[in-house]
């Protein structure tokens, strides 16, 4: 049931559709929603954003020539993005109703 929305890259919004209901902890599964949101979100930004940043920069630094305005924007709109999603992570934790408690 879960492979589908994995394999077509709408898992994203597959998990903020269960957030967003109040969907609760099915019987089975480790986690409850909300942490698997944030454990697929950790991994993306691991796995995909910050080695984004760290090749562009690489990139940048080794350049010989001078360096396009387009490249700099593209590294500071990776590292925004990535600030962002860390960001995101950490409002939903505290803003999450019954983690308050």
Known sequence: REYFPVLIGFKPAVDAYRISSGAKQEAGHPVD????????????????????VIIQLMAIATSEKNVDMTALLSLGVSAFTTGFVAATIS???????????
């Open 33 to 52: 929603p909300m942490m698997e949101m944030t454990c697929m979100k950790v991994c993306e930004m691991f796995a995909e954003a910050v080695p984004g």
């Open 91 to 101: 409002y939903d934790w505290d803003t999450n109703p019954a983690k308050r408690e």
